[in-house]
């Protein structure tokens, strides 16, 4: 069975940067992998997603230019480099792989920006 696990998260002040990771028991290989986040009252949103070679990546918008999505396929992980953190980035961030109609979700890692 497929499992990741998130790890990285913490209470930082503004402006400062943050890297997220995710571990995955199986193969990531030919699966497309996703950070997604939720903040407290608001729906889960897409940050980031990147597919096997890493030659199509998407960030939202209100990431654009400050966040980075990568992967090593070889150690089963996927990085999320956060730089410029605002206390907006503050929410539970969630690891996502995506493959046809299966879907697998980490538990969640909690990054907290303070003002």
């Known amino acids: 069975q497929v499992q990741l696990v998130e790890s990285g998260g913490g209470l930082v002040p503004a402006g400062e940067s943050l890297t997220l990771s995710c571990k995955v028991s199986?193969?990531?290989?030919?699966?497309?992998a996703a950070w997604y986040r939720q903040a407290p009252g608001k729906q889960r949103e897409l940050v980031a997603k990147i597919n096997t070679n890493s030659q199509n990546i998407n960030y939202s918008d209100s990431v654009k230019g400050r966040f980075t999505i990568s992967r090593d396929n070889g150690k089963g992980m996927v990085y999320l480099q956060m730089n410029d953190l605002k206390p907006e980035d503050t929410a539970v961030y969630y690891c996502?792989?995506?493959?046809?109609?299966?879907?697998?979700w980490g538990q969640g890692t909690q990054v907290t920006v303070s003002s």
């Open positions: 199986g193969t990531i290989f030919g699966w497309t």
């Open positions: 996502n792989l995506a493959f046809k109609t299966e879907t697998y």
